[in-house]
């Protein structure tokens, strides 16, 4: 147990602003110093509410004092290692910290449903909470950023992951299930024009209703928009300028505050946007969006377009990776030629029974080697974004269930040895900064009173 949770890195921003939340509760009760390490102190109540978060996360799993003790030893290890990033002078920008607060909080917005949801969840608007939590966020991307340094120098070679595999008692070698590679071309269907002109007119009046018939731009939001901040008036918090998508950025930045745009079309729809005000590279800003009525998509094109492509291949034998650099509309798979990689791994073999459905049913008929699906609909999804879209896919190969062997696994098992490596490297060098710096205990058991 406490192997594992050593190697739970960050593990308060991996609870999530919630735990924090619950930290701040509990700490105004239990206050106590239970363990220093140099100058930063650790609070009882602290390890109280990591604690309580990892037992809601993990069923089946009851509270322990070696529980306790191993949450104790990890958030000790994660205090050398901020003490190690302050010695080391690592720096984390101010843009970096607010992106990664704001990838946090979309993250949490993607589980409880809406903007609304998540600041009743929380108590307190996003703003605040990207105020509050801005310092422990800095504080967490140190010691991140600390440790992913020490990782990147950790190699392996051939020969250790060779004696690595060869460790493994032949009958408990595992069994590596089905797997495929992929490549893919996506088109997205394009909007009809009648559907754009509607969408447009729409977007154009309620903007002329602003501005000249005097009707509050908060309440147009509310009845009209369909877009993010809505219920908010469609404010769009604080935010750095990059995150946003590019035309958006640029129609707001060259406003002046309260100024209000020309109608601005966007992959998601046509925006009517305000700037309320600036920060550095920083703004807050709120938006009308009408979106284009997908019923009205163009579906024919796309799937005339992917036929065309397919039949490129297979019958004028065009390499389906320089065609998918130059048509697919997914950028992230374009750039690798079309190829389908687990986000997780980074590994192009995909196993058959982990595929998402849609994707699962599409290769389902695929065999052999370069056969390609015929277009088929999906619904594509980009962070907390969907929408509508087509797609052929190329089996590139599929290997049958088998036992591990370092021939057709070699990548498989390197992966595998490096995490193990990494491992234990990672906790012999905290040994070593441990035995640098000052650390006192200054409790036998989380029963005590005092």
């Not at 397919?310 to 190829?339: I, K, M, P």
């Amino acid at each position: 147990m406490k192997y594992f949770l050593r190697l739970l890195p960050l593990f308060l921003v991996i609870c999530g602003i919630s735990t924090q939340q619950s930290e701040a509760q509990q700490r105004q009760v239990l206050d106590k110093i239970v363990a220093v390490v140099n100058d930063q102190i650790i609070l009882k109540s602290d390890i109280d509410a990591r604690v309580t978060e990892f037992l809601s996360m993990r069923r089946g799993i009851e509270f322990s004092e070696e529980l306790w003790f191993d949450v104790l030893e990890n958030v000790i290890d994660n205090n050398v290692l901020y003490e190690q990033a302050r010695l080391d002078s690592v720096i984390v920008s101010e843009d970096q910290v607010s992106r990664a607060m704001d990838e946090r909080i979309r993250q949490l917005i993607a589980q409880v449903g809406s903007e609304r949801a998540l600041e009743e969840a929380l108590g307190q608007s996003l703003v605040q909470v990207r105020n509050d939590f801005r310092d422990q966020f800095r504080r967490e991307m140190k010691i991140q950023q600390r440790r992913e340094m020490k990782e990147r120098s950790i190699r392996i070679t051939r020969p250790e992951v060779e004696a690595f595999f060869n460790r493994i008692p032949q009958d408990s070698l595992p069994v590596i299930p089905e797997t495929v590679e992929l490549s893919q071309i996506i088109i997205f269907p394009p909007q009809r024009g009648e559907a754009e002109r509607i969408a447009r007119q729409k977007a154009e009046a309620l903007r002329d209703s602003v501005l000249n018939h005097d009707v509050p731009f908060e309440d147009i939001a509310r009845r009209h928009s369909q877009g993010a901040g809505a219920n908010r008036g469609g404010l769009i918090p604080l935010m750095p300028i990059n995150d946003l998508v590019a035309e958006y950025a640029a129609a707001a930045s060259a406003l002046q505050p309260g100024g209000i745009s020309e109608v601005v079309r966007t992959r998601a729809g046509f925006h009517v946007i305000r700037l309320n005000r600036r920060a550095g590279d920083q703004i807050e800003t709120s938006q009308i969006l009408i979106t284009v009525d997908e019923e009205q998509l163009d579906e024919d094109f796309a799937i005339n377009k992917l036929t065309a492509i397919r039949d490129s291949v297979l019958t004028h034998e065009v390499r389906f990776s320089d065609l998918a650099r130059r048509h697919s509309d997914d950028r992230n798979s374009a750039v690798t030629g079309g190829r389908i990689i687990n986000q997780q791994t980074g590994q192009r073999r995909l196993a058959v029974e982990e595929l998402e459905p849609s994707l699962y049913r599409a290769i389902i008929n695929l065999q052999d080697t370069g056969d390609i699906t015929e277009p088929a609909r999906f619904t594509f999804r980009d962070g907390n974004q969907s929408r509508p879209a087509f797609r052929i896919i190329r089996m590139n190969s599929r290997i049958e269930e088998h036992t591990a062997n370092l021939e057709m696994d070699f990548d498989i098992i390197r992966n595998i040895a490096l995490q193990e490596k990494r491992m234990n490297t990672m906790m012999d060098w905290i040994q070593e900064l441990r035995r640098e710096m000052y650390i006192e205990y200054r409790i036998h058991s989380p029963y005590a009173s005092n």
